[in-house]
């Protein structure tokens, strides 16, 4: 997240659908919604589309970045190659670090149970960064983090799925287990299938037919020691 209250305000706003994908920022009306003048939006407006969550036109102004399901393989694959690395280079956290860990599934488990979308949104993003913050590689964890925020829309139509939901909470008991018994390679096993989950059915929701050279990217630890070849 940023270190700026507004630019955090400002996504929440896209993060939670009040702004969609591909829909122009209406200025007047979001410095009204958030109660600040349009000096510091405007300084807002200008972060997120430096790290993609906005593009801009001359004529639209500033607009809701729309991602293409090859948009999405694309991020998905990123994902792939720097959380592998992130992952790789983890320093096996204390009881402390680790119940920390344990409370952020549990906020995880009531959010889906409640049928809290934004709240489970929050709480898989904590789950997830608390496990990177335990790794030296704190330039790809910032990486990790934009391409998060970029694709978030989408991700949070994957989870208004009611039965993706209530899997959410038992997938990272799993990776609890594998932190637990210091298991690097099934950690990062169980990270690729809980992504690669969200990105079948984005993808499948997108609809979209990829080239040869769009479906040979790297979507998982195994493609990335073995490349498929185009």
């Known amino acids: 997240m940023s270190d700026d209250p507004l630019v955090n305000a400002l996504y929440r706003l896209i993060r939670t659908g009040e702004l969609s994908p591909g829909e122009r920022v209406d200025q007047r009306l979001v410095s009204e919604r958030l109660e600040v003048s349009r000096t510091p939006l405007r300084e807002a407006l200008r972060a997120l589309h430096s790290d993609g969550i906005l593009t801009r036109t001359p004529n ?16 998905y694959s ?3 190659f720097l959380e ?23 906020d995880c488990r009531a959010a889906a ?4 979308l934004e709240d489970l949104m929050t709480a898989n993003m904590a789950f997830h960064f608390t496990i990177f913050s335990w790794s030296a590689l704190k330039i790809m964890v910032k ?6 925020r970029v694709s978030d829309p989408y991700r949070a139509l994957h989870l208004s799925n009611p ?3 209530s899997h959410v909470a038992v997938d990272h008991d799993r990776m609890i287990e594998a932190i637990e018994a210091r298991d690097t390679a099934r950690l990062i096993e169980l990270q690729d299938a809980h992504r690669a989950t969200s990105r079948t059915l984005l993808q499948d929701m997108l609809g979209a037919n990829m080239p040869p050279s769009m479906m040979a990217l790297p979507q998982s630890a195994a493609d990335l020691v073995a490349p498929a070849s185009v």
């Not at 639209?60 to 991020?75: E, F, I, R, T």
């Not at 149970?113 to 809290?116: D, I, K, S, T, V």
């Not at 990486?143 to 998060?148: A, C, F, K, Q």
């Open 163 to 165: 039965e993706r939901r």
């Open 113 to 116: 149970a409640a049928g809290a």
């Open 60 to 75: 639209a102004g500033y607009v809701v970045a729309k991602l293409s399901a090859a948009d999405l393989l694309q991020y």
């Open 84 to 106: 592998h690395q992130v992952l790789s280079a983890l320093e096996w956290p204390s009881e402390e670090a680790l119940e920390q860990l344990r409370r952020a599934n549990e």
């Open 78 to 80: 990123m994902r792939a």
């Open 143 to 148: 990486e990790i983090e934009r391409v998060w």
